[in-house]
């Protein structure tokens, strides 16, 4: 629902103009989910903030995975998020956190002390790994963002260091709707 009011606020789109845009964004969550957004749901959602009175509590637990779970390339989308991740020119990151389990999730190799961080067998010798990354880093401290903004400019091949801003998701698109447009 956030992206759908953004992209009608930020871009001047019509609600049906910013739900098919919606649409058609492929969204991962390797650690599940409890429930879909109304136009995502396929079956039995719990939508965001309700109490799931009459929803089969088994069947929704079982959509969560744990962090182990989740990294398991076997029983979940994670080598499909990774493939994706390396075809990307821009990768944003809003509300993220930069765990480093979460990390490692995205990035084989991203805690360990090298200077190549996507030498690692399941991306080849080189992945000539480029994006822009972007991002929202709210309330962390300065140097929390140092090391972040570091290990991202580790991962990528001739990048500028990341723009992570200390905002929250809606002040990000008022300070990036442009560089996110095109």
């Not at 989740?70 to 990774?82: A, C, F, Q, T, Y």
Request: net charge negative; with cysteine; hydrophobic share 35%.
């Amino acid at each position: 629902m956030f992206l759908k009011e953004a992209f009608k606020q930020y871009y001047d789109l019509k609600a049906q103009e910013s739900e098919a845009l919606v649409s058609k964004i492929k969204f991962y969550h390797p650690y599940g989910t409890v429930g879909e957004l109304p136009s995502h749901s396929e079956s039995n959602p719990v939508r965001f903030g309700e109490k799931p009175e009459n929803v089969d509590l088994i069947d929704v637990s079982n959509r969560i995975r744990t962090f182990t779970e989740g990294v398991d390339p076997k029983d979940s989308n994670i080598l499909e998020i990774r493939n994706r991740l390396l075809e990307a020119e821009k990768i944003v990151f809003l509300g993220f956190g930069f765990d480093d389990l979460n990390m490692s999730l995205l990035f084989p190799g991203a805690n360990k002390e090298n200077d190549s961080i996507l030498v690692d067998p399941a991306y080849g010798e080189s992945s000539g790994f480029s994006p822009q990354f972007l991002g929202t880093v709210h309330k962390m401290s300065a140097d929390n963002v140092k090391v972040i903004s570091e290990n991202l400019k580790k991962m990528s091949v001739g990048i500028s260091m990341p723009k992570l801003d200390d905002c929250r998701c809606c002040e990000f698109f008022d300070n990036y709707w442009k560089a996110l447009g095109g």
